[in-house]
């Protein structure tokens, strides 16, 4: 199968374009997903009862194809980009939801109680002390997550709002393996860009970590 670079080169910006809008339309859902999963999963930290209830529901979403899902929000958004977020959105909360509380979970209970001797509030605890130390664990689904949108928004295409999907389909239509070949290294260029860009995050969030291996080295 032969590369046809000039074609690539002719339509440099056309790729750039649709890449840009599947980055957007792949990270808004993951970021929409975290500030549902973040206190989401606090309520069901301190309430233990609701995590088994949200859990599941969080999972028989993420079952929902994907095709079926769009549909479903059809009526109410339309051929729009909302029906891929919101769709995408509902899909990260299954791996969100369990990381946000799995990182919280993994305060240790003397650090918890430290800071409350200290005059923390639950408030101030949760903020200062709780979410800071949680962090490693929420990026590591975030992760996951941002990696998981990158992939599914090329099935947005089917409605008309794929980012590369476009690309993939439309090289389909004219047997074209180009087009295809190249939107499909761009999104896995896209899924390693995003990737490192969250690892960059984590070390930003958590400078101890950092210190910790530079002592220990």
């Known amino acids: 199968m032969g590369i046809d670079w000039a074609w690539i080169g002719e339509h440099t910006a056309d790729l750039s374009e649709n890449a840009l809008l599947h980055l957007r339309l792949s990270l808004l859902p993951v970021l929409f997903g975290l500030l549902i999963s973040l206190p989401l999963g606090v309520l069901c930290r301190r309430w233990r009862w609701l995590y088994p209830p949200t859990l599941t529901l969080a999972n028989v979403l993420y079952a929902i194809p994907s095709l079926a899902l769009f549909m479903v929000f059809i009526d109410y958004t339309g051929l729009t980009p909302t029906t891929v977020i919101i769709s995408l959105t509902l899909y990260s909360l299954s791996v969100l939801v369990p990381n946000v509380v799995d990182g919280l979970g ?106 910790r291996g530079r002592a220990a080295a």
Not at 109 to 119: H, N, S, Y
Not at 130 to 137: G, Q
């Open 106 to 211: 993994s305060v240790p209970e003397p650090v918890r109680q430290a800071a409350t001797a200290m005059g923390f509030g639950p408030l101030r605890r949760l903020v200062r002390v709780e979410l800071p130390i949680a962090v490693p664990v929420v990026i590591a689904g975030t992760r996951v997550a941002a990696v998981s949108s990158i992939s599914l928004v090329a099935v947005g295409q089917l409605i008309g709002q794929g980012g590369l999907g476009y690309d993939i389909v439309r090289g389909h239509q004219l047997q074209f393996p180009t087009q295809i070949l190249a939107a499909c290294v761009l999104i896995m260029l896209l899924a390693l860009a995003t990737d490192a860009a969250l690892v960059v995050l984590q070390r930003v969030l958590t400078p101890w970590a950092r210190a």
